[in-house]
């Protein structure tokens, strides 16, 4: 049993709440332990802190007896089995007896030695046992027990029914007033409000706000990746190390320089930066003003300044040679063709606007060319891209002139018109020029030394303004601070920022400051933790609630990956956030937003296959899609060839169609965990809008009654166009290029069509008709095109023979919920086949409240090959013996009911048995989407009995027929809801439960009973216990 | 969890891409080699695949050359042949180079790109952050030989018109889920990569940064305890350590100054007017540069990509050449697409050559830094420019301490899908498992080899000496 304490690190611990018990009853015996801790402390660390060979450690009397009597009859002289010994524990060297300890920790604690059936120490043994070995890790540091126990893995070690009992309901839950590590998704929310990037997406034909967009057009890196695992990912243990701080150093860096350049463009984004930089960037105006006109015009201003003479200071002209386009045997040779050829769109325009001065009416191509190639020389082009250019129009000259047209450069690409700067501006050009310009002087050159001259001015007037004034950098402080960290100031930080802006000015000048101190904010701790500690006066228990500030990022980042809405911020400010009632108002609140929209996962969207998005609060979905885990398929790249089609195009549908159906049921919030366990109806190939699959389908169904009684196969291009009017009514996709295009395009998609409705089909679905690159027949609700059709079958749909559902989701035969989906089914295989042992962990632990021990390193965990048996039967031979079935007995009966699925989801009830020896048919490796490619093995019946124990219900527990019937009884199951909510107390909380948590758990049980299954209302029951809402300061 | 300055140096050493650019980092603590070098890698991605038949030997038997076409495992001693010619520039250094044809990339991406893929062994979902599975091959290798910059990842790559400048993505991982930067021309791999010489001044300001954060974090941390403080220490730590490099890397400028490349001024805001040989010229000078002065032992060097515009070309100095376009066949000014394909390999090759020749002349105990160097030239995308992964023919130059048996030869490997067959994975686990990293596979299987029943997982054991 296990409760909570203080480590000598200040680090929440647990151990036996009996133990405890005990020990409050008994402080003899509590001394006891310390004088130990203390004897061994003594011994140990003052050998360790030397690096000198230690002397033999004391172990006490009765501890030696233990380990003599239980443990060294396997572990010691005669046998050393795991190859663990432990009479010689004491002898052994610093670093290897803490190991040793260690290991000795856990299975102590967790009652895994002596193994069963052996002789067992009693209670007292074991817990005296257990005190010693604690005592002496500790003096080395905090024990690795305690580590792995803080880990998401460790979560379930907690006995479940003490913990909803009710017997420590009185406990007063709490957490530790802590700093919580940023997570992937905080990083890229924070980076994109810092720099202002704010996306946008055309849903049903509206533009809406989208969060989860992360191309901001610069490079940050991401250090805070979440673990890859399934399961809840994201807890408040982590620290940031040294990795992390070098990648948010670079990150600082583009940042500030992103963020400097934004101040340019909107003078309300950090206005003392626009005041502070006003002047310089005056100047910079002014000197980007006249480059600009000297650029486009100067060869007029120097006629204008020199008349006659400009001709005598004109640079001699040096032509460029270029090449013939003939071959070596002097034969005119292929040439690239256009597109490959030309030079990029600034020298097209660049050459399009030199042309328009030179292309006079009778001038041949050589004159023009040479004109051309003049001007680019007296500008000072460098040679090469002269060489290019020229080079370019002897070759394509035709084809670019018509490449002008065809493009409308005339319009598109309108050259400067001459514009006079005003003529004070004029009068400074003009004498700058006289001043520099020397004979022969190419205009690029003449046009540099007049920008170092003024830049030089320019430097020295900056440097006569000095810097700027305190009230000035006070104020870029607040501001940065505001911007980056989201609060002002205190005037401690205040001073010293100031100061530090004052320097950075002094060494590098103003804009480099203000960049350094950007960084320097980004680089802070509080950037990259988010903070919950307590405020006010504590309570008699010693907790203090949520400071109002922390308790509005808390739930903010419970429900989302941004800051606090304008609402939450308010109500932080007001003092409505100060009783469990204001967070009650908030999350609400917050749970039934639906006014701004979320990217589920930018890798699914980026397929442009299918959409991805969601307007319930992101974290609400994301707890079922990481819990359920199937987004895990995502990474696992599958055969098409024993997929029988294509596997890439249908693996993102099946992740974003899963999310989909999860949406739905959280949206209707009824009985949403026995929904998600048990609901017969999926969406397969929809795009969530039921109207427009009706109408896509309809079209197609339209199409086929027009045209499926003509005989479409021959038809002609006279017969096509009879049917224009039809065509053109139906916005038929892919005709209209030529008519006799027009005829194979109809050919193909009546094929295509014909397949989908000539078996008295209710409904078409409507995939693409073609293989590749053509037309869709249906959109996605952000106006792509829908893809990856053969995402059916893997729910054992034919495309040739399907009534497509175009209301969904609807019914699909054999399943049940979303372990039989197959994005969830795939997720837990592996590349060739199931995994069985894979999905029963994944039942023990999710959903059972169960713990399975980790694969010792010692076990070879390979399933050995034989072309002749089911994996099962290769399974069992495999786990059957009773040293791997101790373990497996708690996953095989569970995992292996799931056999009447196999590795892409498909329900069967014949194995193929897929090794070379067993083929029979080779099937072709491309073919229509309907067709399955596979190829054809022996087979062998699927048995896919199994056995449910652990749910603590003898109705439910005992033989099950397969994973439908499993399915029906865990349903069922009181302790599987728990266990769900124990998953999501974890999820909200950023850390494992503990007894003292008893009634927040026991709370959200009966807030999910009383409200019908609804899973806001465990989301408020939880964000308005104890556990969240009180804080306790970690004692020194 | 971070608990000591040492911990930090091996977590950072490269936890991180951003590592390949910080200017200022401290040498990391070395692990020593066995004998007391650290191995050099020098991985080199070329577009528009490697045809097989490019690299086999003109000199071949007319029964070596039936089995090389019909890809059957063979080997043949390149002393006894003549190379392809355009690999003629490395004949002087034969001895060092193995031909490795057969090895097959289907695990990665093919057709015109493979992005981060044929360096992780996995597909990266078009280049998207969660399809990169792994630390790819390189950012491994490089844990196994730390350097104050770790990894460093260069490329010429660009829009078929113009050079990526800058700092852009780059192709290779630190880890899951991470891209790496990197240097997108020679004068910023320059300012960058020798920002201890070229702006000392710039590293003194970072470093009063880092000062000024670490007496910040340790005020607030005065009030702290227990785990929480441990947080913030950690925090204040890797700030101290991170000063400490920068201060060990300013150390270092003596031996950078000795081996500071020149830069052509036409390099100068990412080299516009450069032709594409200068620009690969300045980047072989600048990767040789990184080695010699031991800024790192990794080097990834993309020397062109699909995109990348070829301008300036011997033989076709004037024409703006696209690779795509010679994948598709297409000549320029009469020169065939094979012909520009062939001279494209060519440049490649010589700046290898130059990179043996400059690491042959910088003593190294008692032989040069090329003993402990090995150079990687493949093709980013298999055999061809709309490859299928069958095969990804690989040119190594290896110095005499590799560790690998396979110098001097052509070695042909089984075909894919068949028995003995060897995929990138196997490769990749024999150059790590040499080098140390016992891994058992490294990279993602076959699945045509796993439909099969084939074995396919670990190293190549007849290539570790």
């Known amino acids: 049993m296990l409760v909570e304490r203080q480590s000598q690190s200040g680090q929440p611990l647990v151990e036996f709440s009996n133990q405890f018990e005990r020990d409050r009853q008994s402080p003899c015996r509590r001394d006891l332990v310390l004088g130990l801790s203390m004897l061994l402390l003594l011994t140990w660390s003052s050998s360790a802190a030397s690096g000198a060979k230690l002397p033999s450690a004391t172990i006490p009397t009765e501890v030696r007896s233990v380990l003599k009597t239980y443990c060294v009859a396997c572990h010691g002289p005669d046998s050393q089995e795991g190859e663990v010994r432990l009479d010689t524990l004491a002898t052994l060297e610093p670093d290897a007896r803490i190991d040793l300890l260690n290991k000795l920790h856990e299975v102590i604690r967790f009652e895994q030695m002596p193994p069963e059936g052996e002789p067992q120490p009693t209670d007292a043994q074991r817990q005296q046992l257990e005190a010693w070995i604690a005592a002496a890790v500790s003096s080395a540091g905090p024990s690795k027990l305690e580590e792995k126990l803080r880990r998401p893995d460790y979560g379930n070690r907690i006995d479940h029914d003490q913990l909803f009992s009710g017997a420590y309901a009185h406990l007063k839950a709490f957490t530790y007033d802590r700093r919580w590590l940023i997570s992937e998704y905080i990083f890229d929310a924070k980076f994109n409000r810092i720099l202002d990037f704010k996306p946008f997406l055309t849903i049903d034909g509206t533009r809406q706000p989208v969060v989860g967009y992360n191309n901001r057009g610069i490079i940050l890196t991401n250090p805070f990746l979440l673990p890859t695992n399934t399961g809840v990912r994201y807890y408040a243990n982590e620290t940031l190390n040294g990795g992390h701080l070098l990648t948010m150093i670079t990150n600082a860096k583009v940042a500030s320089t992103h963020m400097f350049n934004i101040c340019r463009r909107h003078k309300q984004y950090l206005p003392a930066i626009v005041e502070i930089m006003a002047r310089e960037w005056e100047h910079e105006r002014v000197l980007a003003t006249r480059e600009t006109f000297l650029r486009n015009f100067i060869d007029r201003v120097l006629y204008d300044l020199y008349q006659d003479k400009h001709e005598a200071f004109l640079p001699t002209f040096v032509p460029v040679s270029v090449k013939s386009t003939a071959s070596a045997n002097g034969d005119p040779t292929a040439k690239a063709p256009y597109h490959a050829a030309i030079l990029g769109r600034d020298e097209m325009i660049l050459i399009f606007h030199t042309a328009l001065k030179h292309q006079k009416e009778g001038d041949s191509d050589e004159q023009f060319l040479e004109k051309c190639e003049r001007e680019w020389f007296n500008f000072g082009h460098d040679k090469r891209n002269i060489l290019a250019r020229t080079t370019f129009l002897n070759k394509y000259m035709d084809e670019w002139r018509a490449d002008l047209v065809k493009h409308n450069y005339a319009a598109k690409h309108k050259p400067p018109e001459y514009r006079p700067l005003p003529p004070d501006e004029m009068q400074v050009v003009a004498e700058t020029i006289l001043r520099h310009r020397a004979r022969g002087d190419r205009f690029n050159a003449i046009i540099d030394k007049c920008m170092a001259q003024w830049r030089r001015q320019s430097e020295q007037d900056l440097t006569d303004a000095g810097p700027p004034h305190d009230d000035l950098v006070a104020a870029l402080v607040d501001q940065l601070f505001v911007k980056i960290l989201e609060r002002t100031p205190e005037p401690r930080e205040l001073d010293q920022y100031a100061a530090l802006t004052r320097s950075y000015i002094d060494e590098a000048g103003n804009s480099q400051a203000i960049k350094k101190l950007i960084e320097t904010l980004i680089l802070r701790s509080d950037f990259v933790y988010r903070s919950e500690f307590g405020q006010s006066k504590a309570d008699e228990h010693g907790r203090r609630m949520l400071s109002p500030r922390d308790a509005s990022y808390a739930i903010a980042y419970a429900l989302t990956d941004s800051s606090p809405d304008p609402e939450l911020v308010q109500a932080a400010a007001d003092g409505r956030l100060v009783t469990r009632d204001d967070y009650r108002r908030e999350v609400e609140r917050l749970l039934s937003k639906r006014d701004q929209y979320y990217v589920i996962d930018e890798s699914v969207d980026r397929s442009h296959l299918t959409d991805n998005f969601t307007n319930m609060p992101i974290r609400e979905l994301r707890f079922i899609r990481e819990f359920f885990g199937y987004p895990a398929l995502l990474p696992i790249f599958k055969d098409n060839k024993r997929f029988g089609g294509d596997y890439d195009t249908a693996r993102v549908r099946l992740v974003s169609e899963a999310d989909r159906l999860v949406e739905s049921i959280l949206e209707q919030d009824r009985q949403v965990f026995e929904r998600l366990l048990t609901t017969e109806e999926f969406y397969v190939y929809h795009s969530g809008d039921n109207e427009a699959m009706r109408i896509a389908a309809e079209r197609i169904r339209r199409i086929y009654d027009h045209f499926k009684d003509e005989d479409w196969q021959n038809f002609t291009t006279n017969d096509i166009r009879k049917h224009q009017n039809f065509i053109q009514e139906v916005k038929m996709r892919g005709m209209g290029r030529s008519p006799e295009s027009d005829v194979k395009v109809l050919q193909t998609v009546m094929t295509s069509f014909t397949l989908r409705l000539d078996k008295g089909q209710t409904a078409a679905a409507p995939y693409n008709s073609f293989p590749s690159h053509g037309p869709f027949n249906a959109s996605t609700r952000s106006g792509g095109g829908l893809g990856g059709v053969e995402v059916a079958k893997c729910f054992n749909i034919q495309l040739d023979n399907w009534n497509y559902p175009t209301t969904q989701p609807a019914k699909v035969e054999h399943r049940k919920g979303l372990l039989t989906h197959p994005a969830w089914l795939i997720a837990h295989a592996k590349n060739t086949e199931t995994d069985p042992v894979i999905r029963g962990k994944w039942i023990r632990e999710k959903l059972l409240a169960d713990s399975v021990p980790d694969v010792p390193i010692t076990v070879d965990a390979v399933i050995p090959e034989d072309p002749h048996k089911t994996l099962r039967q290769r399974l069992d031979a495999k786990t059957g013996e009773s040293s791997c079935w101790k373990c497996h007995r708690k996953m095989n009966p569970l995992g292996l009911t799931f056999e009447i699925y196999d590795d892409f989801g498909r329900y069967r009830t014949e194995e193929r048995l897929e090794y070379p020896e067993n083929l029979i048919q080779k099937n072709p490796d491309k073919g229509a989407p309907h067709v399955d490619l596979r190829d054809l093995y022996k087979t062998l019946p699927v048995d896919a009995s199994g056995y449910l124990e652990g749910t603590g219900d003898d109705r439910l527990d005992g033989k099950v027929v397969d994973a439908l019937d499993l399915i029906d009884r865990l349903a069922r199951s009181e302790r599987v809801r728990q266990s769900i909510i124990r998953h999501a107390f974890r999820y909200f909380m950023g850390r494992n439960e503990l007894l003292s948590d008893s009634k927040t758990l026991i709370d959200a049980d009966q807030a999910y009973l009383k409200s019908g299954g609804s899973f806001d209302a465990v989301i408020v029951s939880l964000l308005t216990s104890d556990s969240f809402i009180y804080r306790k300061a970690i004692e020194k | ?465």
């Open chain 2, 1 to 465: 969890m971070l608990t000591n300055r040492r911990r930090f140096l091996q977590q950072s050493a490269l936890g991180t891409g951003a590592l390949a650019l910080m200017p200022s980092l401290g040498p990391l603590v070395a692990a020593p080699a066995s004998e007391g070098f650290p191995r050099r890698f020098v991985f080199i991605r070329k577009s528009n695949g490697i045809r097989p038949l490019e690299v086999a030997l003109p000199t071949f038997s007319d029964q070596e050359a039936a089995r090389d076409r019909k890809k059957e495992a063979m080997e043949a001693d390149l002393d006894r042949h003549e190379l392809p010619t355009w690999l003629q520039p490395l004949e002087s250094h034969k001895q060092h180079m193995t031909i490795l044809q057969g090895l097959s990339c289907k695990m990665s991406e093919n057709g015109h790109w493979s992005y981060s893929s044929v360096m992780g062994a996995f597909k990266s979902g078009r280049n998207s952050l969660s399809g990169i599975k792994r630390a790819t091959i390189d950012f491994e290798l490089a844990k196994l030989f730390p350097s104050p910059f770790g990894h460093i990842e260069l490329s010429l790559t660009g829009d078929y018109n113009t050079f990526r400048t800058g700092i852009v993505a780059g192709y290779s991982a630190p880890g899951p889920h991470q891209r790496n930067y990197c240097y997108a021309d020679p004068q910023t791999a320059y300012n960058e990569l020798f920002k201890s010489v070229v702006d000392p001044g710039g590293v003194d300001s970072e470093n009063q940064m880092l000062a000024f954060l670490q007496n910040d974090e340790t005020y607030k941390a005065q009030v702290l305890s227990g785990y929480e403080k441990l947080k913030l220490s950690n925090h204040i730590d890797s700030l101290e350590a991170i000063r400490e490099r920068n201060n060990r890397v300013e150390k270092m400028s003596g031996t950078i100054k000795e081996h500071l490349p020149t830069i052509n001024k036409i390099h100068a805001d990412g080299g516009p007017n450069a032709t594409t040989p200068e620009k690969q010229e300045a980047m072989t000078a600048i990767l040789i540069a990184a080695l010699t002065t031991g800024l790192t032992n990794v080097v990834t060097y993309t020397i062109d990509e699909l995109s990348t515009p070829i301008k300036g070309l011997p033989g076709n100095e004037t024409d703006h050449i696209s690779i795509h376009q010679v994948g598709h066949n297409g000549g320029y000014s009469g020169v065939s697409a094979d012909a520009i394909r062939e001279k494209i390999r060519i440049g490649h090759i010589q700046q290898v050559a130059t990179i043996i020749e400059r690491l042959k002349q910088v003593p190294e105990g008692k032989g040069n830094l090329f003993d402990n160097t090995m150079i990687l030239y493949f093709p980013e995308n298999g055999e061809g420019h709309h490859s299928h992964g069958t095969e990804a023919p690989f040119v190594i130059m290896a110095g005499d301490n590799c560790k690998l048996d396979i110098a001097g030869r052509y070695i042909r490997l089984p075909y894919h899908g068949t028995e003995g067959h060897k995929t990138l994975g196997n490769w990749y686990t024999t150059l790590l498992n040499a080098h140390g990293n016992l891994i058992e596979h490294y990279g993602d299987l076959d699945l045509e080899m796993s439909r099969k029943k084939l074995p396919q997982t670990g190293a190549i054991r007849r290539f570790i000496a």
